[in-house]
């Protein structure tokens, strides 16, 4: 309880902050965009996600959350195409609560529009769980989002249970393949057989695949051998403050 009020003013205390992870075209050896993942500064303690995600979903904090996380990368999407020319988009995630509300493409509108940046400066990752959790809510806003530009994205992807028939009608970008494939590739031969599949799939949609929590040169290697050039993971970058993306950011242009 003491932890929920806390959080419940950590927004407007301003102790809430995105970190961003650049995602990497090995093939073009460059930085295509960012995830944008949140910590909760409070005192001199940075707290992870996973310790106050979790209750914010459960108390509906989530909303506001992700609803100024939206906003605050469109304003860094701003600030770094006015100082480096950053033309790619910075993804969100967000929990199928934020899908339901029939306001959240007006919200991302404004969001964009408030700095200046194309809708497409904003990707939106949503776990493939969550979507499927709720499609026939989610299925709408996919279709709205879609038409104004903002590119969604299916995260850990892999590990629910989607339906493919969905798949192929629903207007997605990108699947994230999971970590956990990622993380045996190279160690069992069951995880470089999934992402085969997951690959071949993408392709056969038309989808761009990245992999994530890739975390080395092998996986790397095995990843591209495979077909799959889009990388995100610590073997290129931990989630990075935004000064610090600044060098990633100037060898890009
Ligand atoms: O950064 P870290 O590895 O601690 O992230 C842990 C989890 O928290 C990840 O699954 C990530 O998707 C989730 N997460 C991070 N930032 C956000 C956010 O801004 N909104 C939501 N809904 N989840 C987030
Ligand atoms: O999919 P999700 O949004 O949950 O993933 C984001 C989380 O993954 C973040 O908490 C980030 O810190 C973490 N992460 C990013 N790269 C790696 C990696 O290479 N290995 C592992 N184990 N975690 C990673
Ligand atoms: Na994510
Ligand atoms: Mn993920």
Request: charged share 25%.
């Amino acid at each position: 309880l003491e932890l929920e009020s806390a959080l419940h003013k950590a927004l407007e205390r301003g102790e809430i902050v995105l970190h961003y992870q650049p995602k990497i075209d090995v093939r073009a050896a460059r930085m295509v965009g960012a995830e944008a993942l949140m910590r909760w500064k409070r005192g001199d303690r940075l707290i992870p996600p996973g310790d106050f995600i979790p209750l914010a979903e459960e108390t509906g904090l989530i909303v506001p959350l992700s609803e100024w996380a939206l906003k605050e990368s469109a304003r860094q999407a701003k600030v770094w195409q006015l100082n480096f020319g950053f033309s790619d988009s910075i993804a969100v995630n967000l929990p199928s609560r934020l899908f339901e509300r029939s306001d959240l493409v007006e919200h991302i509108h404004q969001c964009v529009s408030a700095y200046g940046v194309p809708h497409r400066a904003i990707q939106l990752e949503i776990t493939e769980n969550n979507l499927m959790k709720d499609l026939q809510n989610v299925i709408p806003a996919l279709h709205r989002l879609n038409e104004v530009g903002v590119e969604i994205s299916i995260d850990d992807f892999g590990t629910g249970y989607s339906s493919l028939a969905y798949l192929t009608t629903l207007p997605i970008s990108e699947v994230k393949i999971d970590r956990t494939f990622v993380r045996d590739l190279g160690i069992t031969p069951q995880s470089s057989a999934v992402v085969t599949a997951i690959i071949a799939l993408a392709r056969a949609l038309g989808l761009r695949v990245i992999a994530e929590g890739v975390e080395t040169l092998r996986q790397m290697e095995v990843l591209h051998r495979l077909g799959c050039s889009l990388m995100q993971g610590f073997l290129f970058s931990k989630p990075l403050m935004p000064d610090d993306l600044e060098q990633w950011l100037a060898q890009t242009v």
